[in-house]
């Protein structure tokens, strides 16, 4: 078992910034791929990126390419979502996922998530 807690959602303005951070516990964090994930009112949920259990290698969906930046350490078992360039459209719950098979780019891939920190943005 993989428990995640999220942190640092909040209100920010339309350009602004926030950081979130999702920590680890239970099995061994490098061993995961890591993805981050969102769900607004009334949408499916939605994939934004993940990274590789080095952290090497990163994958963004379109909405958010060259906005977001994910981020891991390990040796702290917790991964980052960098969030820059704030839009309206990115007010969602965030929650961090540990995929348990593939590549990570699929809901279905990940057996363990977090319960979502709120991020909302202003226009």
């Known amino acids: 078992q993989v428990q995640l807690v999220e942190s640092g959602g909040g209100l920010a303005h339309a350009g602004g910034s926030l950081r979130l951070s999702c920590e680890a516990s239970?099995?061994?964090?490098?061993?995961?791929?890591m993805g981050w994930f969102r769900q607004a009112p009334g949408k499916e949920r939605e994939f934004v990126g993940r990274?590789?259990?080095?952290?090497?290698?990163?994958y963004y969906a379109d909405s958010v390419k060259g906005r977001f930046t994910i981020s891991r350490d390990n040796a702290k078992n917790t991964v980052y979502l960098e969030m820059n360039s704030l839009r309206p459209e990115d007010t969602a719950v965030y929650s961090c996922a540990a995929a348990s098979m593939g590549w990570g780019r699929w809901t279905y891939e990940y057996a363990y998530w977090g319960q979502g920190t709120q991020v909302t943005v202003s226009s």
């Open positions: 990274i590789s259990t080095d952290g090497a290698t990163t």
């Open positions: 239970g099995r061994t964090f490098s061993n995961y791929v």
